[in-house]
């Protein structure tokens, strides 16, 4: 079993920055895919950026050139780092594991992130 975690959501105004961390618990293989995914009020939950085990990363178009994902496997961690932000970037964030080989789909307990104007 894998736990998520997730940590650095706050509040900021806009154009500033904003770090988010997600610490995974476990054995989490050699085959995954790592993303962060937001969900603002009255919203359904949004891909924002994905990285997988080979490093691939991939980005929603609203957040390409301000947000960048990154991961420690030393650490079994993953970042997003939130550049330029916007107010409409104000959701709550969640942390994503898949791990195809056993169809198991983790998730974190989300953290808020509010950008004020």
């Known amino acids: 079993q894998v736990q998520l975690e997730e940590s650095g959501g706050g509040l900021v105004q806009s154009g500033e920055s904003l770090r988010l961390s997600c610490t995974a618990s476990g054995n989490i293989g050699n085959f995954f895919f790592l993303g962060w995914y937001r969900q603002a009020p009255g919203k359904e939950r949004e891909m924002v950026a994905t990285?997988?085990?080979?490093?691939?990363?991939n980005y929603a178009d609203s957040v390409k050139g301000r947000f960048t994902i990154s991961r420690d496997s030393a650490l079994n961690a993953m970042y997003l780092q939130m550049n330029s932000m916007k107010p409409e970037d104000t959701a709550v964030y969640y942390c994503?594991?898949?791990?195809?080989?056993?169809?198991?789909?983790?998730w974190g307990q989300g953290t808020q992130v509010t950008v004020s104007s």
């Open positions: 990285i997988n085990s080979a490093e691939i990363t």
């Open positions: 994503n594991l898949k791990l195809p080989k056993w169809g198991h789909d983790y």
